[in-house]
Structure formats: structure tokens, C-alpha cells
């Protein structure tokens, strides 16, 4: 059964917003980042009438930031035209993040006269020219384990990077349950299992503006705005024409025993960019998550999104939630035990467990698209993370609730904007070789 939209409301809209405070409002997969930030930044601007859908409850389990943890920090400057610049102090200033804010420090680390350590250096460079005391150039394996004595017995000779003492990490999965816990207090409304998984738009007759979302079951969810945002999904679910590409990444953990966790507590998060990266084991549980270096996987379907006339062949996620025996192609497993050997020996030959892939969507820029759908008025696109959105979670709903108000500023409405075929003209995507196909690579499935 529908649910009734005003869409007389739009009179009411004040120029150059896309709804007033008193319109409905659909996100679509609003159980993951980009989706539950944007619904808690409406409500907490006095938006009365939004509601979420999504496969699963907050916090979807088909999303990339359902997981134990991710890196973040403060060193974060100038990413998604300077949106990052505010993400940190959210973190750590929200009653609703701050609880799930780390801060050992983290190292960015890389070799010695590198492309990447030349990239690091301009970092290090802008963040003194801002002021920041926070920061430290590290020349060589003896000034990284000054700042990292657990990496004592690593081979990390030839490396340098830099160091940043704010910050280093958030729990992932209890930040999205915090946000679930905050959007049900503020009255944001909610549907998931079928009555929440998308099936198609609802467009006018006329065929220009979208009204709202229809449901595998049935269901048919009428609204005056629709947002589209389902991470990964959202080239599967509305024909983005090209400009996202879904990709998984990997992760392990190792079982520590308690001992072993209190050794590593306040650790700084490592990330190299050759090796991968981890971070302090968790709280209570003792995992210590490690993730490779890689361009990613895609996993090349046939399959028709709303609005292509006909099937075209895409990147679909494969959801670890309806594909439980999945774990990871070999080569990846390999390269853990790699990460392993070299930065934290005394662990080497230990069980990976909880093997799994995560997957996000890239644009070749690695900027967001946030922005009016051209095609259909009503239908607002906020994807495109690039690996980088779930540091932003705090902010990054702001953003798309100053699109819909009509606030966003020009520099970012171009960054953002609907761009099929632009490319990566600056140079400021993700970079590297192709991903390859999990149909290429052997090891992570166990279905048949």
C-alpha cells in the first residue's frame, strides 16, 4: 500500500532548495554511511517526514562501514573540496561519535624516494603551512619506531612517512548503531526487508520527476524526494551511466589472546602503501583487523538498473550477508601473511579468521556524486564514496542536506555534480593497475 506525498509542498520550496522541512523524503539504503549521515542531518535541521530503506536494519549489514573499524584522523585535509577538514572534530565533539573515537596517532608510512613519498612529503608540507604541530615527518626506520615500538622487530628498512598524533581510528559498526539508535529517537521513520529493497523508481506520468520508490514486495513509497544512496548497490539500482564502479577490498583477523591485545593497546593505526594497513586490536573482542594493498576486485554481472534500456554488463556487489561462505581469493589471503611477516613477525602462521570482502564504489576521480539526478527531477544521488566516506560520516549527510537546501557551494556542486565520461582529468582517483574480476581469481568461494 502507498504512502501519501504532498507533492503540492514543492510550491512551498523556497528557491534553489529541492524540499522544505515538511516534505517527504525516501533514502534509499539510508542503513549505510552516506544514507544514515544524510538522515540524521535532515531530522536534526527539523525535517519531519523521512524515512529510510534498506535490506537490512541500521546498520545494514550490505554496507562497507558494518565493520569492526576503520581508519581516521585529522591529517584528513582537502579531501571531497575541504569536507574533510571538519570531519575529526565532529568525531570527537558529537555525543553520537564520540564514543567510538580513537586517537593512538597513525602512521601514513611508504619507501624512500618513491612516488608515494614524495606525495606524503606535500602532505606534510601543507599541514606545517596550516599551523599543525600535531604532525612529524618521519626520515627513516629508526624515526618510525620511535613513534611505533611495536614495530621493533619489523622489516621496515628503506621505509619513511609521516606521523600524525590525532587520531587513528573509529569503531565502524557501533558508530552506524549509535546513528540507528539517534534517527529512531529523532522520528526518522524506517522499512527494511522487502518493503525496504528497492525495486524501481516511481516516476510522474509525464516521466520527469521521480515521486518515489516501488519495493520487491510491492510496496510503493511516495515522497516529494527520493535519495539514492546505497553505496555500492547504487549503480546496480539507477544506471549511473559509468561514473561509479564497485569494487571490493578484503580484510582478516587474528584472535589475540588477552595478553597479547594489552601488548598492542594505543598502538598507532599503520597503513603502507604497498603492504596494507592495521590498527590497536578491539576493546573487548581482541581482534587485530589487517587489510592489504590493492586496486580491488569487481564482480562483472549483466544486469538492467532502473533507467538503462537494456542490460549492460557491471560491477555487482556480492553481499557477504546472503553469501556467508565467502572469504577471499588466495592471492589476498597471501598478501596478508605477507603484512604479517614483515611488521608484526611474532605473529606469523597464526589462523586468519573472519575472511570477507567489502565493497564500495569508486569514480574515476575519486570525488563524490552528489547532485540532482538531470534526468529525473526529485531523485537526489549521493554516492560514490572512493574508499574515503566512512571517516566522513559525521559530515558527509551535511552535505547533501545543503544540496537539498539549496546551500552547497559552487566549488563542491562541480565537484559533484553528474559527470558520465569526465574521467579523472586531475589525477586525483584512487590510481594504479585495474582491478581484476573475481571470475579471474581463485580461493574465496565455497558455494558449490
Given at each position: 500500500m502507498g504512502q501519501s506525498a504532498s507533492i503540492a509542498s514543492?510550491?512551498?520550496?523556497?528557491?534553489?532548495?529541492?524540499?522544505?522541512?515538511?516534505?517527504?523524503?525516501i533514502i534509499v539504503g539510508g542503513g549505510g554511511t552516506m544514507g544514515s549521515s544524510t538522515a540524521l542531518h535532515l531530522a536534526r535541521r527539523g525535517y519531519t517526514n523521512v524515512r529510510i530503506l534498506d535490506v537490512y536494519e541500521n546498520p545494514s549489514l550490505n554496507s562497507a562501514g558494518n565493520d569492526l573499524n576503520k581508519i581516521a584522523g585529522a591529517d584528513a585535509v582537502g579531501l571531497f573540496g575541504g569536507a574533510s577538514d571538519d570531519a575529526w572534530v565532529a568525531w570527537t565533539t558529537d555525543p553520537v561519535f564520540m564514543p567510538y573515537a580513537h586517537s593512538p596517532g597513525k602512521l601514513e608510512l611508504t619507501s624512500i624516494g618513491s612516488a608515494g613519498a614524495k606525495h606524503l612529503?606535500?602532505?606534510?608540507?601543507?599541514?606545517?603551512?596550516?599551523?599543525?604541530?600535531?604532525?612529524?615527518?618521519l626520515a627513516n626506520e629508526d624515526d618510525i619506531r620511535q613513534r611505533a615500538p611495536h614495530l621493533a622487530?619489523?622489516?621496515i628498512k628503506g621505509w619513511c612517512g609521516l606521523y600524525c598524533s590525532t587520531g587513528g581510528w573509529v569503531a565502524a559498526r557501533d558508530a552506524l548503531n549509535s546513528v540507528g539508535y539517534e534517527l529512531r529517537r529523532l522520528g526518522v521513520k524506517t522499512a527494511f526487508g522487502t518493503a525496504g529493497t528497492f525495486k524501481e523508481l516511481i516516476l510522474s506520468d509525464d516521466g520527469k520527476r521521480c515521486i518515489g520508490v516501488k519495493c520487491i514486495d510491492g510496496t510503493e513509497w511516495n515522497a516529494d524526494l527520493v535519495v539514492l544512496a546505497a553505496g555500492a548497490w547504487s549503480p546496480?539500482?539507477?544506471d549511473l551511466k559509468g561514473q561509479c564502479t564497485s569494487k571490493c577490498w578484503v580484510y582478516a583477523h587474528i584472535q589475540l589472546t588477552p595478553e597479547e591485545a594489552d601488548a598492542m593497546r594505543g598502538i598507532p593505526t599503520m597503513y603502507n602503501d604497498t603492504y596494507g594497513f592495521f590498527m590497536?586490536?578491539?576493546?573487548?573482542?581482541?581482534?587485530?583487523?589487517l587489510c592489504n594493498e590493492f586496486p580491488g576486485y569487481t564482480n562483472l554481472q549483466k544486469v538492467q538498473p532502473f533507467g538503462s534500456p537494456k542490460p549492460i554488463t557491471i560491477s555487482v556487489p556480492r553481499s557477504h550477508a546472503a553469501n556467508p561462505s565467502d572469504t577471499i581469493p588466495t592471492e589476498s589471503l597471501d598478501d596478508i601473511k605477507r603484512l604479517v611477516s614483515k611488521c608484526l613477525p611474532h605473529l606469523a602462521g597464526r589462523p586468519l579468521i573472519n575472511q570477507a570482502m567489502c565493497w564500495c564504489t569508486d569514480t574515476d576521480d575519486g570525488q563524490w556524486v552528489v547532485c540532482e539526478d538531470p534526468r529525473w527531477k526529485g531523485l537526489v544521488l549521493a554516492t560514490g564514496d572512493s574508499g574515503h566516506t566512512f571517516k566522513m560520516l559525521p559530515v558527509v549527510g551535511g552535505q547533501v542536506a545543503d544540496l537539498i537546501?539549496?546551500?552547497?557551494?559552487?566549488?563542491?556542486?562541480?565537484?559533484?555534480r553528474w559527470?558520465?565520461?569526465?574521467?579523472?582529468?586531475?589525477?586525483?582517483?584512487?590510481?594504479?593497475?585495474?582491478?581484476?574480476?573475481?571470475?579471474q581469481v581463485p580461493g574465496w568461494r565455497h558455494d558449490s
Open positions: 514543492h510550491q512551498a520550496v523556497k528557491t534553489g532548495a529541492l524540499a522544505s522541512r515538511d516534505s517527504s523524503i612529503r606535500e602532505k606534510y608540507d601543507k599541514l606545517i603551512s596550516l599551523g599543525r604541530s600535531d604532525i612529524a615527518w622487530q619489523a622489516d546496480v539500482l539507477v590497536e586490536p578491539h576493546p573487548t573482542l581482541n581482534l587485530l583487523k537546501e539549496g546551500k552547497l557551494s559552487e566549488e563542491r556542486r562541480q565537484l559533484w559527470r558520465p565520461g569526465v574521467g579523472d582529468p586531475l589525477g586525483t582517483g584512487r590510481g594504479g593497475p585495474p582491478p581484476k574480476d573475481l571470475s
